[in-house]
């Protein structure tokens, strides 16, 4: 009788998924865009992540300089020094000009972006039934899943872009460049919508990339997740539960191989896109 009622108060796939596509938020949005809207979540777990590689790389940093003969590394500040090596080198391939901000945004961009990424793979209950049982109505942990995170990122970049278009080539050059390339002076117009175009391409699709990919892979995490949703507790005394319980444990495992390629390979197409575009924007006028 219990396991009856537990199951006949179980969600159903509709409200399973929309409850955890949801954000745990100052309040309702108020029509497309409503900028007095704040998801908690999002917030949340992207500054705690912020915080988790700055300290951890700081950390890391700190027990590098105590080093000396005879004293062994640690795995982790091996792993530190790869990712810095690999992006640092991956910057002086890709950006021909000087600047002592590209190689140090690309390495926090890379590591902000996987973890944001990473915690995609917590299983989709977990986090949220803690923070049921806290009083919070919603939780949503992958800050990667939310477009508003992503387009931040994107025009933190964008603005990035703006600013060595016309520290390269100046606000005049930079005007010139957008109004007389590629077509010459008696097609202004058209070059600036070509330019504006292309311009403003960039971040839109940084931001869209990246939210696509990991909303679809939460997705199936949840459809995953509905394979024992109906059934509840009563899936430990039935056959047909076992086999969904099994059949979700190797989905799951699966997917979730599969998936870390996936953040992994956002994660740097986002920070080499950056600095891709950044190193375009560094070209002097006649580099055009």
């Keep these: 009788m219990i396991l009856e009622h537990a199951a006949a108060e179980a969600p159903n796939a509709n409200e399973y998924i929309v409850h955890h596509l949801s954000f745990l938020s100052n309040k309702e949005a108020q029509g497309i865009v409503d900028f007095s809207v704040v998801h908690w979540d999002s917030v949340f777990f992207s500054i705690g ?92 942990v992958v800050p990667s899943t939310d477009i508003n995170v992503t387009f931040a990122l994107s025009l933190t970049v964008f603005a990035l872009i703006l600013y060595y278009n016309v520290k390269m080539k100046g606000l005049g050059g930079y005007l010139k460049s957008l ?28 931001s869209l990339r990246l939210f696509g990919n990991l909303y679809a892979g939460e997705m199936i995490f949840l459809l995953i997740a509905l394979l024992t949703l109906s059934h509840g507790f009563s899936a430990l005394i039935s056959v047909g539960g076992w086999y969904g319980i099994l059949g979700q444990i190797v989905l799951d495992t699966f997917w979730s191989a599969f998936h870390i390629l996936i953040i992994l390979l956002q994660a740097f197409i986002f920070a080499m896109l950056t600095i891709v575009y950044l190193a375009q924007a560094s070209e002097h006028g006649d580099d055009h």
């Design 179 to 206: 109004l007389l390339h590629p077509f010459g002076p008696w097609l202004m117009p058209f070059n600036l919508l070509l330019g504006l175009v292309e311009l403003l391409a960039k971040p839109i699709s940084l």
């Design 49 to 140: 992540l912020a915080v988790l590689f700055g300290g951890s790389f700081y950390l890391a940093a700190r027990q590098a300089t105590k080093g000396g003969a005879g004293v062994v590394p640690t795995k982790f500040q091996n792993f530190v020094e790869l990712i810095v090596e690999l992006t640092d080198k991956q910057v002086k391939d890709t950006f021909q000009g000087t600047s002592r901000l590209i190689a140090p945004l690309a390495l926090t961009i890379f590591c902000w972006v996987f973890l944001f990424n990473f915690m995609d793979l917590v299983p989709v209950d977990l986090l949220p039934t803690l923070a049921h049982g806290a009083g919070l109505a919603h939780l949503k």
